[in-house]
Each structure stands twice: as structure tokens, then as C-alpha cells.
């Protein structure tokens, strides 16, 4: 138990709250933020946010919240101060989520990604905290999982080489999903270029679609993203191409293979990618170590790993790249009719 306990409220009580974790065995490391609050030990988690009535009750229950409402409303006649308010309702609500929840003065705002659907809203509302002196944390996970520490230390230390090429796999929207790919490139290997955009599919979300994309780093790294279909089945893979090996990220993440160059024993002057070496990392750490780093933050001063800086630079290019890919499409269909 740590010494100082951070006042917490959840705006939403669904899968990212808590939802994931129902059917998870105890032991298990959190995927929702209400399980990730208590395990930590640093939080009370106190009071919840949720519309549906059957859902909070629920949510109150099963970990053990004393307060829940309907709305932010019928919170803010009570006058309950807060240390840390978790955003988890669906995105479209997050920019008037976050208006309120700056009006109940919390140390700390930690927001699922995206902070809202658009990059000037998102821009408004993270110049709102910063004139607040309200700290944001914006959950793109990745940032705060230890193996992505890791091979991030890895590859700027040069124990891989240079990067030669990056290609990626993703489906179920540019924002939603493909914003996860870029903050995770952005990570790994530094801010990034569009080069060329391809063909929008509307496998999920009507307003959001996947897209495939060409982009390179400063360095001129060349990133290939593809896309899959979400009405298939779901993927989000990364493989990074090095003058040392190759590093596959497969299977969101849960299976990681590394394969390093190393002269052939059958043809001299040649070298060849081994055997790889497989990590099947069946649990994420990511929301373990990101209350850990909110609660470092608010004791100690600590830097946020994932804050508004970060996910504006990734809405930035998901946005762009949406933008570029529904004008070709809209020419294409103008040039079609004349």
C-alpha cells in the first residue's frame, strides 16, 4: 500500500474501465483502468460516470466503487473533489468529458486515445488543461509497455543497426486503430512524413476508415502501412527491418520474434536471418506501468510517458492521411461522372 492515496473517478463504465477484466482470472494483469487503480494500491478508486443505469451498477459492484451517477451533472451538485478522473466513454463525448472534468480542478486527466475525434479539438482541449495546470495522460498503451521500453533503448542504442524499412498491418480505422500504429512508429523510430496515401475502406466505422499509406522518418526510413479488413478478423502487426536482423511484432503484441543476421554455414561472404527468437508475452504490463507512471507524476514530478504532445502529433498524420485518401477518392468519382 502506498503512503498517499489519489482520489479517482471514471467518466464511463465500459470494456476499457472495466469490462475487459470480467472475464480475466484475478491474476491476471489489468486491461481496464479500474483493476489497474486498485492493484497499484496508490488510488481509491471512488466514485463512476455512467448512463446506463444496469451497466454502473455493475461496474460499482464488481470493483467495489461507493458512488456512481447518470451524468456529470448530478455529480457536480455534490461538490466531490478528485486527484485523477479517468476518460473512458466513447470518443465522441471525450472534448465535453474533458470541459467538465477540468471544471472539478483534478491534478490529472488520463484520457483514452483519441482525446477527441479531430485534431483541433483535441488541440483545444489539451491548451485547456495546460492553462488549467491539469496534467494529461493520453492512453496510447504501447508507450508504457515494457517491451516497447525496450526495444525503443534497443534501437536508439544502435544494438540493432540502422533501420532500413518498417512495414505494418492494421484494420478498423485510421483513428481508432491506425493511430495506435503511428504513436507506436513515432516511439520507435521518430516523427514521420506521408509520402503517398492509398484507398479508404469502411471496415468499421463510417466515419473512420483504414488506409494504406507510404511515410518516411527524418532519417528516410521508408513505412509501409497496410491494411486488412475489421468484417475478417482483427490485426495490428509491425515488422522493422535492421542492418542487424529483423524484429516482428505480431498479434497486437502478445507474440514478439527477433531473427539476427549472422554468417551462412554453407555460403561464404553470405549472411543469414537465424533462428527466431519467440516471446509470447500473453499479458500486458501497459496498464500496470501507466497508473504506476500517473501516480510517479503526481508524487514525484515524474514525466508522463504518454501525454497531449504525442497524441497530437499522431492525430496530426492519421487526419492528414484520412484527408488525403477521401479527396483522391471524391476526385476519382468527379473525374468518373464528367
Known sequence: MKNIRLNVLIIGCGNIAGGYDDAQPNENL???HAKAYINHGGFELSTCIEPDAQKR?????????ARGYESMQSLLVNGFAFDVISICSPTQQHEKDIQIAISLHPKLIFCEKPVTPAYE???????ACQEATIQLAVNYSRRWSSQVTALSEELNNGNWGMVRSVTGIYNKGILNNGSHMIDLL???????QIQSVGKAVYDHWSDDPSVD???????????????????????????????????SIEDGGAKWRFRKAQPSSHLAGYQF???????????????????????DALTYGKPLLSDGSNALQAQLVCERIKQLATQAHSHKQTTEVI
Do not use: M
Open 30 to 32: 489489468p486491461l481496464g
Open 57 to 65: 451498477v455493475a461496474f460499482q459492484k464488481c470493483w467495489e466503487v
Open 121 to 127: 479539438t483535441s488541440l483545444k482541449c489539451i491548451k
Open 186 to 192: 513515432q516511439c520507435l523510430i521518430g516523427s514521420l
Open 213 to 247: 499509406c507510404v511515410l518516411r522518418n527524418q532519417h528516410g526510413v521508408p513505412v509501409h502501412i497496410n491494411v486488412a479488413d475489421a468484417r475478417d478478423y482483427v490485426i495490428f502487426e509491425l515488422q522493422i527491418v535492421t542492418e542487424k536482423g529483423v524484429i
Open 273 to 295: 536471418l537465424n533462428e527466431a527468437e519467440t516471446i509470447h508475452q500473453l499479458q500486458s504490463d501497459a496498464l500496470t506501468n501507466a497508473v504506476a507512471n500517473i501516480w
